[in-house]
Every structure is written in C-alpha cells, then in structure tokens.
C-alpha cells in the first residue's frame, strides 16, 4: 500500500505563487511513477505534470511553462512549483502514484484557490 499526502494549498492572489507538496510513505519501492492532477468545480480531473517511470518529468502542452514538478527521492517527496497563477488554476490538486500492474494510488487533495 501507498500513502500519498498533500500539503501547501490556500488562497493566493492571480500572479501568484505556491509551491505543493506531497510525501509518500508505505510501499514506496512498489511505486513506478507519480504525478499531480487538478480537478476544478463542474470539471474532469486531469494531469499537470508527472514523471515517467525513468524519472523524466513531462507536462501537457496545457500546462508547460508555470508549473514545475520535481522530487526528493531521499525524503519520499514530490512537488509542483506553481507561478503565474490565475482564476482558472482554482481547483484541487491531487497527488497520484502508480503502482504495479498500474494501479492508482491518491491523495486526498489539497485545495488552491486563485482569486483576488
């Protein structure tokens, strides 16, 4: 089993920055790659940025160039950089793992509110 927790959500004004965090802990060594979703209000979740299973980190064109995910291997973290935030970056954001065979691990989320 794999834990996943989110942390640095919270109210930011647009142009902003936050920084999200997420610490695995559990079966780590099971875990192939990982990843941040968003789900905003009336919205399907979907991908922000990830890591392949080789460790390359790769974004939707959607996403490219105001969010940053990196790791810490050493302290089982994840994070995603986020710069230039606007309204429409509003959502809950989502840490998710794969695991063997694919299966899907989540957190509970942290929410990011973007308003002035």
């Known amino acids: 089993q794999v834990q996943l927790v989110e942390s640095g959500g919270g109210l930011v004004q647009p142009g902003g920055s936050l920084r999200l965090s997420c610490a695995a802990s559990?079966?780590?060594?099971?875990?192939?790659?990982m990843a941040w979703y968003r789900q905003a209000p009336g919205k399907q979740r979907e991908l922000v940025a990830g890591?392949?299973?080789?460790?390359?980190?790769n974004y939707p064109d959607s996403m490219k160039g105001r969010f940053t995910i990196s790791k810490d291997n050493a302290k089982n973290m994840v994070y995603l950089q986020m710069n230039v935030l606007k309204p429409e970056d509003t959502a809950v954001y989502y840490c998710?793992?794969?695991?063997?065979?694919?299966?899907?691990?989540w957190g509970k989320g942290t929410l990011v509110t973007v308003s002035s």
């Open positions: 998710h793992a794969k695991g063997p065979w694919g299966r899907p691990y």
């Open positions: 890591f392949t299973s080789g460790g390359v980190a």
């Open positions: 559990g079966t780590i060594a099971s875990i192939n790659s």
